[in-house]
């Protein structure tokens, strides 16, 4: 996609943290149409992004997890251990966005028998997948990414494995470490990854413990996969189409991307993988189907877009106080050709672990 060029002197001027505060929630083909939560801004039913779209606007709302009623959490039950076949490979596992909720995180393994009670591995050759979004708004970005790391290493020494893909958070989290302030060119003026970082939830604390064997793990990470006919993505759009006509062509380009280090095109990276609800709505099926045919499998699993946007389940129009979103588990949609993982934990929903295929 070509970005849109700024017109006149005031396009090349450096933006202020005012001039990030732009309207989200678009879909790529129009506007996104919503109840109006509050401290949201929604753009008018007759206005639609540019081409020149930049995600500079706190992309979804950081709510205090202390500022929403929250559901107490129960201590979780014994696991049972995962369920494991006679022979080939165990039971497929997927885990939405996390945003530094590794509290929640241990607890959803755990009742889904993934780990002990001590944290450690315990599904022998079970197969995980995360989705991406390790960091910001949550409070431990970088112990869940520790998590992930560990778990990795203990489930590939039992004969399973934990995996996990490149969410638009850890591109932004890279671009703050490596590019802090160095202006970049939006599409709508100058901006920063660093300013970008704070707007969408950056947390100084994970910035602080931020060490090069994290960077150089989430600068390795796949943007794509498909496992058991499931399409694996973090994002709900077809940007993907723009780096490749296969999953290899895919992630190739997007490593080769992070390798150059050149702030313009990780930052368009960046631009592209914040893009969303794709698959809602008019067309939403065909778009998925785009990128079945490109890449194979039946079915998309995403994450990114949290379950109660989706759904329109988040605040209301006269601004009352919400029992909070309703998720119970991953939200079908798209003619059933799409799976959304991201239960909303940012807003006191649901960090979701889910087996596949889905028991409906």
């Known amino acids: 996609m070509t970005q849109g060029a700024g017109q006149g002197p005031e396009a090349e001027r450096t933006a202020t943290l005012r001039d990030f505060r732009v309207p989200a929630y678009v879909h790529e083909t129009g506007p ?57 490979p165990g039971p497929l596992y997927v885990v939405g966005d996390v945003h530094g909720y590794l509290d929640e995180l241990m607890a959803a393994l755990q009742e889904q028998g993934l780990i002990d009670a001590s944290g450690q591995w315990c599904a022998g050759t079970a197969r995980l997948w995360f989705l991406g979004d390790f960091t910001d708004r949550g409070p431990d970005g970088i112990g869940v990414i520790d998590l992930v790391m560990r778990l990795s290493a203990e489930a590939a020494a039992a004969g399973g494995y934990c995996k996990a893909l490149m969410g638009n958070h850890e591109l932004l989290l890279l671009g703050a470490k490596r590019f802090g302030d160095t202006p970049v060119n939006s599409g709508a003026g100058t901006a920063t990854f660093q300013a970008a970082w704070l707007l969408n939830g950056g947390q100084k604390t994970d910035m602080d413990r931020l060490q090069d064997h994290h960077l150089q793990w989430m600068a390795r990470l796949d943007a794509v996969e498909e496992v058991d006919g499931y399409l694996l993505l973090h994002s ?34 960046f631009r592209k993988f914040t893009k969303r609800f794709s698959f809602r709505d008019e067309g939403g099926a065909d778009a ?51 799976i959304a993982m991201d239960g909303g934990v ?15």
């Open 288 to 338: 998925v189907r785009s990128l079945l045919d490109t890449y194979g499998g039946t079915r998309v699993v995403h994450g990114h877009s949290p379950i109660p946007y989706l759904l329109g389940q988040v605040g209301s129009e006269d601004g009352e106080e919400s029992t909070g979103p309703i998720v119970d588990g991953p939200h079908v949609y798209a003619d059933g050709l799409a």
């Open 346 to 360: 940012t807003m006191a929903g649901k960090l979701l672990v889910q087996q596949l295929p889905l028991n409906s």
């Open 32 to 88: 996104y149409v919503q109840h109006v939560h509050p401290g949201d801004v929604v753009p008018p039913a007759d206005e639609a992004y540019p081409d020149g779209y930049t995600p500079t606007q706190r992309d979804l709302p950081v709510i205090n997890r202390g500022d929403t009623l929250q559901v107490p959490v129960e201590p979780a039950p014994v696991p049972a251990p995962a369920p494991q076949p006679a022979t080939g």
């Open 236 to 269: 709900d759009t077809t940007a993907y189409l723009d780096y490749g006509d296969s999953i290899e062509a895919v992630n190739d380009t997007v490593r080769e991307a992070l390798t150059r280090n050149d702030a313009d095109e990780v930052w368009d990276l």
